[in-house]
Nanobody, 113 residues
């Protein structure tokens, strides 16, 4: 059973930065592509970034160049460094293992002045 817990969300001004963390449990965490997705009010959940177990990363066009995804397999940890945040980045952010359809409970990120 893979369990994932996000942390690090909060309120930040436009142009600011936040780092989201995702702590994973279970041996399977190490072997799969991991991802961050987000869901804004009234909108569908969308992929933000993903990273393979060999650290190949992919980003949504909306966040490329501003967000950085990384993972530490030894510590079962997934990170999302978010810079130059915009109001449209406001959403609940979830970490997960897409192929297992397993996601954490989410952490709220609000970008507002």
């Amino acid at each position: 059973q893979v369990q994932l817990v996000e942390s690090g969300g909060g309120l930040v001004q436009p142009g600011g930065s936040l780092t989201l963390s995702c702590a994973g449990s279970g041996n399977l965490f190490t072997f799969y592509t991991l991802a961050w997705v987000r869901q804004a009010p009234g909108k569908q959940r969308e992929l933000v970034a993903s990273i393979s177990n060999t650290h190949n990363a992919n980003y949504a066009e909306a966040v490329r160049g501003r967000f950085t995804i990384s993972r530490d397999n030894a510590k079962n940890t997934l990170l999302l460094q978010m810079n130059s945040l915009k109001p449209e980045d406001t959403a609940v952010y979830y970490c997960g293992v897409p192929i297992l359809s397993t996601w954490g409970q989410g952490t709220q990120v609000t970008v507002s002045s």
